[in-house]
């Protein structure tokens, strides 16, 4: 019991010094209003005992939403706002998860948007959050909802002065890996990129 | 001889009593709160609406609200745990499996062939197979899609995950899985939902009722947990808010109108006697009333006793013609009791529940009444006379032929005054004209908090079901889901023009043997891709021959409503209706319906019928009171020929005067509010029975001061009825007060010049 009360009066501080950090790391991530580079995407299948590697483009809204577009080999898109997720698969073949359709679209796509935006109630709203200082930082959310362990089990971002890579722990023992490259900093979206994250 | 007949009779008359309370008692006394029993038995497919009728009269919908989700999550726990293992709910409903959206999965992944969408079968049919396989290896290679990949090499096409949106989001309206419950958020507080059901016996007044007990419970954590608030929906909470409006109604009307009848029958004949006596009559034939209701139907609806009420001034009619006129009145009530009796009974025949019951209720508390005065007065008869101090041979009787205005020249006057009365009668209907309009949402009037709770649970739940829906047979469950389907394909074409948002139907979840069948065979047009689509995915030769093993596993494979998932039941339970005669049923619910008129056109008639509840009880209503119309008409022809043996010649000066009443009663709803409607109707029916008891007293010279009496008793009872919340009570007594005026003025008139 003592050892108990001890642990938890040693980690007391811990958790306000995360909750700290965690707003400085959005603090950092949000600082620029647009972020773009290169995306490489690592997809581990455990079934197949083997990686999926893709490439693309990401562009990231602080206030808007994210955008991720994939190249190679097979060309598809992912618009990621507070309300909505928007997928387009060849032929046109758009699927969107709606919140104006649907509560639970609405839902995840605002939990999915948190972890790229500095919406930071959020996130502890829905994620056990720790925060690991180092050469940079690794924030780590692991959703309190079962429901939301459907989808991932973990996710991990490495931040330094903006989000360098992100991981997610899916169930089955997949995983992937997005690492984010060669990033540039412009001041403002351009009107189609606007568009894309307004539709 | 005689005396030992009516010895005898009497006798009986008892065993009959005891007969009927003794049954009752057996049966046990329910009183039936069901809100539908307002409604008319409104389609040809009754036993089928019934159904559906039954399982929305429980449903209810409990939602907390807070500022903070953990909050209204807390109150949602603690309502539940206070009504757990309670009588009150057969089910309640909390925490959401969160294991089903995996048990779905696994659903849609084992039947991924059968349970493929028509747009993904059709686009196989034409040959797209390209399409299907790059939209699903960019789907996995697509970031943040959370595609289901933990069957890539048995479902490379992704088949199983195409399904998932359809399955998981239907019918949940606005609410989302948040923390093991049903939340949704709006204008920023937090809702968490309860669904139950209520158990039969929670709804009737014959234990405590259940929904009485909600409210107290809410009360009280309400106040134990500041900040939390809670919001009741369903028909359940409507049936005890009418209900319990009903019984204090009762207490009421009932008392008020024994007491007046009481106070003038007193005043009348100032004596205790025929005052207790009359007083105990009614009493008695209001318990055989409900006796002989509780005996055939086993239970008697709240709204029924409302309506019963007015037995009060009707049965005690029999006593007061007695004590003025003794054993000399009992043809006229003999008359006057098979009159009123056809009006009752012809009511017993409309398709209408709460109509029958009422109907029933007043015909046997009726007939009880007037065998008691029948076999019971005249033994008491000395006693009375001496408390009245009165003869009955005629001459110091205030009847018509030896009043003082009865002379002949007020004899012309009086002819002068009715002819110009049933001249006023005959022309009101042309001014007035006669418009027949049933307004079945004016029927029921929410009070403030529950439409405040049900404005509010609309808003948040958005469920977007209306009262319209269709009903789908078919001879056996195949065909059913085969008509679904047809209908689903139109429901479609609407949900692409905007006429509706969507839809819910159990074909949507579990599709015919014959699309199954199709849908498998088209997706063997996968086999000849399979191969290249698992290489791209990075599996080896053998994963394709796996594929092509698996997918011949499946063939013949069908997939029944027993295989759903289990957290589906309840929605399948509420589509899915089963056999009900000769065929199978079940429903489906346009959703966020914008031109209910373009769903019209897709009932066939046959197999797919448009239910627009509002409207269709409306439409049945207005049929029903053209019938009771006819009915009316049916009376006068069927009391008329028997009036006629009876008063001869005389019969002509009667005949004009029940189709005048009637002519101004009809007048006079139609002026007075927007419309003839069936309460209004049914009041009409009365009037013609009750009215014709006036006329018939003055054909007998037994008019004067037992007439007065007895129409001011009537009229008592009737305007107490009008002064009901209850709308339908209100027409209906009101009509009866106005029309019995006019019947009683023309038989002064018309009777007595």
Known sequence: MKKFLLSMILLLPLSGLWADQLEDVYARISARPVTKGELAQEQYIKIANRSLVSKGTFIMAADKGVIFDITEPFPSSMVVTEDKLVQTLPGDVVSVMDGKENAAFKNIAKIIHSVFANDVQVLRENFQVTVTGGPKDVVSLVPKDPLLSMLFLKITLTVGDSIDSVSVIETGGNWVNYALNNKTFPEKLTKDEEQRLAQ | ?753
């Open chain 2, 1 to 753: 001889m005689k005396s030992r007949g009516w010895l005898s009779n009497r006798f009986l008359f008892l065993l009959l009593l005891v007969a009927v309370f003794v049954g009752a008692l057996l049966r046990g006394v329910q009183i039936d709160t069901s809100f539908f029993s307002l409604f008319p038995e409104y389609s040809k497919l009754s036993d089928v609406e019934n159904k559906i009728s039954h399982s929305s009269s429980s449903a209810v919908y409990i939602l907390t609200e807070s500022i903070d989700f953990d909050s209204a999550k807390k109150g949602a726990e603690a309502f539940c745990n206070a009504f757990s293992g309670s009588d009150v709910f057969k089910s309640l409903t909390l925490h959401q499996d969160p294991d089903s959206i995996e048990e779905l999965k696994t659903f849609l992944f084992e039947h991924r062939y059968q349970l493929m969408d028509e747009e993904t079968v059709a686009e196989l049919e034409k040959g797209n197979v390209d399409e299907l396989s790059k939209a699903a290896l960019s789907q996995v290679y697509s970031p943040f899609s959370f595609a289901d990949l933990s069957h890539l090499d048995k479902d490379p096409f992704l088949l199983a995950g195409r399904s998932l949106k359809k399955y998981a989001f239907q019918g949940i309206g606005n609410m989302f899985m948040k923390d093991g419950v049903l939340t949704a958020e709006s204008d920023g507080k937090w809702y968490v939902l309860i669904r139950g059901s209520v158990t039969d016996e929670a709804l009737s007044f014959s234990k405590k009722n259940g929904i009485g007990r909600v409210y107290e419970k809410i009360k009280e954590l309400e106040q134990n947990n500041r900040g939390v608030s809670y919001i009741c929906s369903g028909v359940p909470f409507h049936s005890y808010e009418s209900s319990s409006k009903a019984m204090k109604e009762i207490s009421w009307i009932t008392g008020a109108s024994l007491a007046l009848v009481a106070l003038i029958i007193f005043l009348a004949f100032r004596s205790l006697f025929p005052m207790l006596i009359s007083l105990t009559n009614i009493a008695v034939s209001l318990l055989f009333g409900l006796a002989v209701v509780l005996i055939v139907y086993g239970r008697v609806n709240a709204l029924a006793l409302v309506f019963g009420t007015t037995l009060i001034g009707v049965s005690i009619d029999y006593s007061i013609h007695f004590f003025v006129n003794r054993e000399h009145i009992f043809r006229s009530l003999t008359i006057n009791c098979i009159s009123t009796e056809i009006s009752w009974c012809l009511l017993m025949l409309a398709p209408f529940p709460l109509l029958r019951q009422i109907a029933l209720f007043s015909a046997a508390g009726l007939l009880c009444s007037y065998l008691i005065v029948r076999f019971f007065y005249p033994a008491g008869g000395a006693d009375i006379r001496q408390h009245d101090g009165k003869t009955h041979d005629g001459s110091c009787h205030p009847d018509a032929s030896c009043h003082p205005d009865g002379g002949q020249g007020s004899g012309y006057l009086l002819r002068a005054a009715g002819i110009v009365v049933l001249v006023i009668c005959f022309a009101a209907p042309v001014v007035s004209g006669i418009r027949i309009r049933n307004n079945i949402k004016g029927m029921y009037t929410m009070s403030g908090q529950l439409l405040e709770w049900e404005k509010k649970a609309a808003s948040v739940l958005k469920l977007g079901s209306t009262g319209e829906y269709f009903i789908v047979s078919g001879r056996g469950q195949q065909e059913l889901l085969a008509q679904e389907e047809q209908l689903a394909s139109r429901l479609e074409i609407e949900k692409n023009l905007g006429n509706i948002g969507g839809y819910t139907a159990i074909s949507t979840f579990v599709p015919s043997m014959a699309h199954q069948a199709r849908s498998y065979k088209a997706s063997e047009l996968l086999l000849q891709r399979s191969r290249v689509q698992l290489k791209a995915l990075g599996f080896g030769s053998a994963a394709a021959e796996q594929f092509a093993l698996d997918h011949q596993s499946k063939a013949g494979m069908v997939v029944t409503l027993k295989d759903v998932p289990a957290f589906m039941n309840e929605q399948i339970d509420a589509l899915y209706l089963g056999k009900v005669g000769d065929s199978y049923y079940s429903v489906v619910f346009p959703l966020q319906v914008h031109n209910s008129a373009a769903l019209q056109n897709l009932a066939d008639g046959r197999h797919i019928f448009f239910m627009s509840k509002v409207s269709d009880i409306e439409k049945e209503l207005d049929h029903l009171t053209r019938i009771a119309l006819i009915f009316i008409l049916a009376s006068y022809l069927l009391v008329f020929p028997f009036l006629c043996l009876i008063y001869g010649k005389k019969v002509l000066r009667i005949a004009l005067v029940p189709v005048a009443v009637i002519l101004a009663s009809l007048a006079f709803v139609s002026a007075s509010g927007g419309g003839v409607d069936f309460f209004a109707c049914a009041g009409i029916v009365l009037i013609f029975g009750l009215g014709l008891d006036y006329l018939v007293y003055g054909l007998e010279k037994k008019t004067g001061k037992a007439t007065l009496l007895s129409f001011i008793t009537t009229e008592i009872s009737f305007g107490a009825l009008a002064l009901s919340s209850f709308v339908p009570a209100h027409v209906f007594g009101l009509t009866v007060c106005a029309g019995l005026a006019l019947a009683y003025l023309l038989s002064l008139l018309i009777g007595r010049s």
